[in-house]
């Protein structure tokens, strides 16, 4: 249709005429005078609507299944973050409580000989390629690390400072094979010097090629001149091997570390050394033996022997119940034989057969 001055009076005047309609419809209610009209226009227009409804609704319900789809992915994800986030704190936590765990063992070794500690956290190892067994830490000489400084943990000698940064340091540890470590054994005072071999215990030669050691036997730092680069006192570890003697002048012997040099976490650096020698106060208390059960048996006599008088008689007095009648005849004791020391019934008295 052409916009012309004609068709918008006709459209305004059907816009109007609607109008009209509606006001009359909404007055009239129940009885309003185009009902008629409605109920014939339901009629004829019911059924297409109907036919149109039956083919529209599956698009319409497949759009709604699209959107509700996409708000169940959106909640599924939410659900699955806030499962990772829980499960993250959960780990965080446990993470936390044997963190806390290491610095309280670490400060109870240093207490007990009396160390002055800088705390570091081991962040890198050495590189695979440097054939060094080496970690670094997160403290350096900002925080008054210096180049040989004994570096222990709650455990006992985890190395020495060997470089140091302005917020980092390498530390050398006790494993590698560069390194070595004079020793004093628990007790005995036996000096030695122990070498890192890798992954496999530590090898101690002890001075006196004569010395008695056996296998549990406990050895710490002997300590340095000047404390440096090792202090007195911080336990290496117990003896799992001992070569046997062979006449030289020192002795081999094979010590398990106290530190696990792969499970390194919390350290401390001793930056300020003990006043005395702790000797061997900070080694751990040594375990209790279990107490040992001995049980005694005692076989049975052979077949045919008779066991002594003695335990017949226990075992015959032991055996005959309480209360038991007279005349009636006890256990162990054979028809017409009488016990010892009991007399026969028709026996009289000394006196009587005087009589």
Do not use: C
Request: aromatic content about 4%; proline content about 8%.
């Amino acid at each position: 249709m052409r916009d012309t001055r004609e068709s918008r009076l006709l459209l305004v005047l059907l816009i109007a005429i609607a109008f009209a309609l509606i006001t009359v419809d909404i007055r009239g209610g129940e009885e309003s005078p185009v009902d008629g009209a409605r109920q014939a226009a339901a009629a004829v227009f019911g059924p297409v609507e109907n036919g149109v409804a039956a083919a529209v609704d599956p698009i319409g319900n497949a759009i709604g299944a699209v959107r509700d789809s996409g708000e169940r992915h959106d909640r599924l994800a939410a659900l699955e973050r806030e499962n990772a986030a829980l499960k993250a704190k959960l780990g965080s936590d446990d993470r936390n409580r044997s963190r806390l765990r290491e610095l309280d063992t670490l400060l109870k070794t240093a207490g007990a000989g009396q160390y002055g500690i800088k705390g570091a956290e081991v962040i890198a190892i050495g590189a695979a390629q440097g054939f060094s067994w080496t970690v670094t830490i997160d403290a350096g000489a900002n925080d008054g690390i210096e180049r040989d400084m004994t570096v222990l943990n709650g455990s006992g000698l985890v190395g020495r400072v060997t470089t140091v940064g302005p917020s980092t340091a390498t530390v050398l540890l006790a494993s590698d094979p560069d390194f070595t470590v004079g020793t004093r054994m628990e007790n005995s005072d036996e000096l030695g010097f122990a070498t890192g071999q890798g992954n496999g215990p530590l090898l101690v030669q002890l001075l006196n090629g004569k010395a008695k050691v056996k296998n549990g036997d406990r050895l710490v730092t002997f300590g340095s001149q000047a404390s440096k680069p090792f202090v007195p006192g911080v336990p290496v570890g117990e003896v799992v091997r001992v070569d046997p003697l062979g006449g030289g002048l020192t002795r081999n012997i094979y010590v398990r570390p106290y530190v696990s040099f792969s499970k390194l976490d919390i350290v401390g650096v001793v930056v300020q050394a003990p006043r005395t020698n702790p000797r061997d106060m900070v080694l751990p208390p040594k375990p209790k033996p279990a107490p040992t059960v001995t049980v005694t048996v005692t076989p049975p006599p052979p077949a045919g022997e008779q066991q002594p008088q003695g335990q017949v008689e226990g075992q015959v007095q032991g055996d005959q119940p309480q209360g038991q009648a007279q005349g009636e005849q006890q256990p162990g004791v054979q028809p017409g034989q009488q016990q010892q020391g009991q007399k026969p019934e028709n026996e009289q008295p000394n006196d009587q057969q005087g009589d």
